[in-house]
């Protein structure tokens, strides 16, 4: 079908395309006008990202989308509808209830109903751009939607904030039964510490240990030298018994050296006197008797000198012995101090470590607590529902441009369907489909007022058939 073709099909079947346009049209308008008005009002809520005061927690912001729509999730919760009738006491609405038992014959919980009633005219639409979220509600009369809308709001952030309260409140409680048992175990490990001290005599640990650690080791110094002197004295006492002449005391003594050189005089002056007197000589004999009495001199004063080695050796034996003793004492003392360290760092580390179990649960505590008596949730009423002034629906104009549109397609897929039930011949190349011949020319119609013949030529057939048609110059 060519262009042509279909306009001399609407050109002749306009009545017809006309009227279904009209009554398309007509009965939209009626329909519009007809239809009960809505109203929406819209309340507008920011949904804040930032770190919480009490928690100091944030939300990511790969999660921010994510977030936003669980918040859409949660305004179109059960929860918050059935939060909004009771808050707006629609179960006391004795017509609401009609209307339950008409539908449901009084089966179901009639709260859930009238929450899944009023949820139907809920629309919310989050901001892309930004953290907020437009709560639109449809009603049929501006002050419910408006009421509505703002209930849902309202009833949004309580929940919320109900959200956020409720779990802080039951770990509250944990808390509060863990920091007891933990404030328990403590003062347990508090009195098993000081029972030990007690027990041991030991209050301040490092120090006393310090002290006998110090004192150790100067008994340790002690023996040290006390052994290097025996060691000594013990070589002294024997040299005295092997050897008493080479001992250092005997050689440096001046009453030793003094005796020992009036010896090697009178000897010499002996042996002078033999060889010119003889033994018998009383000369000879006196100096025989001062030489004796000079050996014996110097033997009682060696014999002195190596018992007094003797002596100071003994003695060095006993004031090793003594420090031996002490400091072997003083290393059992040190050793039980450190083995009464030992179990006293044990039970100190038990102390600390439920210390620092019982501070660590105190903070959660502290911070569950203040969580649970906190009343913002971080969404915040930007905007409240106002009245509407004019209703979003039925729109007249809107409704009537698309009755417009549509009833225009249809007028024309009506006339197209009935020409295609009720075929005529409008024009040269319908002869030329239906019939198969040629057309060589127009004639203008016997009451035409063109006074001029139009001769039109389309060609011949191959069979050389023509055909010459008469057709009204306006039809």
């Given at each position: 079908?060519?262009?042509?073709?279909?306009?001399?099909?609407?050109?002749?079947?306009?009545?017809?395309?006309?009227?279904?346009?009209?009554?398309?049209?007509?009965?939209?308008?009626?329909?519009?006008?007809?239809?009960?008005?809505?109203?929406?009002?819209?309340?507008?809520?920011?949904?804040?990202?930032?770190?919480?005061?009490?928690?100091?927690?944030?939300?990511?912001?790969?999660?921010?989308?994510?977030?936003?729509?669980?918040?859409?999730?949660?305004i179109k919760s059960p929860n918050v509808s059935q939060r909004v009738v009771r808050d707006l006491r629609l179960t006391e609405s004795s017509e609401m209830r009609q209307r339950w038992i008409k539908a449901t014959n009084q089966q179901g919980d009639y709260t859930a109903?009238?929450?899944?009633?009023?949820?139907?005219?809920?629309?919310?639409?989050?901001?892309?751009?930004?953290?907020?979220i437009q709560i639109t509600y449809e009603g049929a009369s501006p002050a419910f939607a408006s009421t509505l809308a703002n209930a849902y709001a309202k009833a949004y952030i309580d929940s919320t904030v109900q959200i956020k309260i409720d779990p802080a409140r039951q770990y509250a409680d944990f808390f509060e039964e863990r920091t007891r048992l933990a404030r328990e175990k403590l003062e347990k490990a508090r009195s098993?510490?000081?029972?030990?001290?007690?027990?041991?005599?030991?209050?301040?640990?490092?120090?006393?240990?310090?002290?006998?650690?110090?004192?150790?080791?100067?008994?340790?110094?002690q023996v040290t030298a006390l052994r290097s002197l025996r060691t000594e004295t013990g070589t002294r006492s024997n040299q005295s018994g092997n050897n008493p002449d080479q001992m250092r005391e005997v050689l440096n003594n001046s009453l030793l050296v003094g005796l020992k050189a009036d010896l090697a005089r009178q000897e010499a002056r002996l042996r002078e006197m033999n060889e010119r007197f003889g033994d018998a000589y009383p000369?000879?004999?006196?100096?025989?008797?001062?030489?004796?009495?000079?050996?014996?001199?110097?033997?009682s004063e060696t014999r002195r000198l190596t018992g007094s080695a003797r002596i100071d050796d003994r003695m060095a034996q006993t004031r090793l012995t003594e420090a031996e003793a002490q400091f072997e004492a003083q290393r059992q003392r040190v050793l039980k101090l450190k083995d009464a360290r030992a179990e006293l760092s044990v039970l100190e580390r038990e102390v600390e470590t439920a210390q620092r179990v019982y501070d660590s649960i105190q903070e959660r505590l502290n911070q569950t607590s203040m969580e649970s008596h906190v009343n913002q949730s971080g969404i915040y009423m930007l905007s409240s529902a106002t009245e509407p002034t004019t209703p979003t629906s039925p729109r007249l104009i809107l409704n009537v441009a698309v009755s417009i549109v549509l009833g225009t397609l249809l007028a024309l897929m009506t006339a197209m369907g009935v020409e295609l039930f009720d075929r005529r011949v409008r024009g040269p190349l319908d002869i030329v489909q239906a019939l198969d011949l040629s057309v060589i020319g127009l004639l203008p119609a016997p009451n035409s007022k063109e006074k001029k013949k139009r001769l039109l030529r389309i060609g011949s057939a191959s069979n050389s058939q023509t055909a010459v048609v008469s057709v009204p110059a306006q039809q």
């Open positions: 079908m060519t262009f042509n073709q279909f306009l001399r099909i609407i050109r002749a079947r306009w009545i017809l395309a006309c009227t279904i346009l009209a009554v398309s049209v007509i009965g939209t308008l009626a329909v519009s006008l007809i239809l009960p008005k809505s109203y929406s009002a819209t309340a507008s809520v920011m949904a804040d990202v930032r770190p919480d005061p009490v928690s100091a927690l944030a939300t990511p912001g790969a999660f921010a989308m994510t977030y936003l729509a669980t918040q859409v999730d949660l109903w009238l929450a899944d009633l009023i949820q139907r005219g809920l629309e919310i639409k989050p901001s892309r751009e930004s953290s907020v098993r510490l000081t029972e030990a001290q007690r027990a041991k005599g030991i209050i301040a640990t490092e120090e006393r240990l310090d002290v006998e650690s110090a004192r150790l080791a100067d008994l340790s110094a000369a000879v004999v006196e100096t025989k008797a001062n030489v004796a009495s000079l050996r014996d001199r110097i033997q």
